[in-house]
Structure formats: C-alpha cells, structure tokens
C-alpha cells in the first residue's frame, strides 16, 4: 500500500501561483511512476502532468504546458506541482497518484494508477 497525502492548495487570484505537494508513505517511493490530475465540478477528471520514477521523465497536458512544473525529490518522499500564471479554469480538485511501472513509462488514464489521495481544492478567481 502506498498512502499519498496531497497539500498545497487554495485561492489565488488569475495571474498567481501556487505550489502543491504529494507527500508518499508506506512503500519505496522511487518504485512509482506518478501523475496528478483535477477534477472540476461536474467534470470527468483529468489528466494533468506525469513523472517518472527517477524524475526524468516529464509529460503535461497541452492546457497546462508552459505553466506547470512536475518534480520530484525521491530522498523526500515527495512530489511537487508547481502552477504559475493560473487561470481560472485550473480551478479544481487535484489529486496526485502513483502507479508501479517501469521507469519512463507513461501513463494518462486515471484508470492506471493504482494509488491516489485525498485531493487538495484549488480555486482561482477572475
């Protein structure tokens, strides 16, 4: 089992930053591809950005590239997001989530990750 605790979130005007995290215990860390995804109010939820397990590798939503970071320090257990000049249609539920694989592997459905947390509500005002 591998339990994920997302933090970070909150209101910020458009324009502005936020940085979440994704805090992992129970199993090796570094085993885990991982990836965060959001869900908006009467949406499906959606992929956003992707990392692999020795942070490498990184892949991003088209709507979000240029704007958000994804990085990870292994040593810590943790996963990072890093959202810059947000908009309002970023507002969301985050979830981050972990999927045992092989390194540099992708992976963009919700459906393959076997691990998620409880989420962290980002909302960004006009």
């Known amino acids: 089992q591998v339990q994920l605790v997302e933090s970070g979130g909150g209101l910020v005007q458009a324009g502005g930053s936020l940085r979440l995290s994704c805090a992992a215990s129970?199993?090796?860390?570094?085993?885990?591809?991982m990836g965060w995804f959001r869900q908006a109010p009467g949406k499906e939820r959606e992929f956003v950005a992707g990392i692999s397990r020795s942070g490498g590798n990184t892949y991003y939503t088209d709507s979000v590239k240029g704007r958000f970071t994804i990085s990870r320090d292994n040593a810590k257990n943790t996963m990072y997001l890093q959202m810059n000049s947000l908009k309002p249609e970023d507002t969301a539920l985050y979830y981050c989530?972990?999927?045992?694989?092989?390194?540099?592997?992708?992976?963009?459905?919700?459906?393959?990750?076997?691990?998620w947390g409880q989420g962290t509500q980002v909302t960004v005002s006009s």
């Open positions: 129970g199993r090796t860390f570094s085993n885990y591809n």
């Open positions: 989530a972990a999927v045992r694989s092989l390194d540099y592997s992708r992976h963009y459905s919700a459906r393959e990750y076997d691990y």
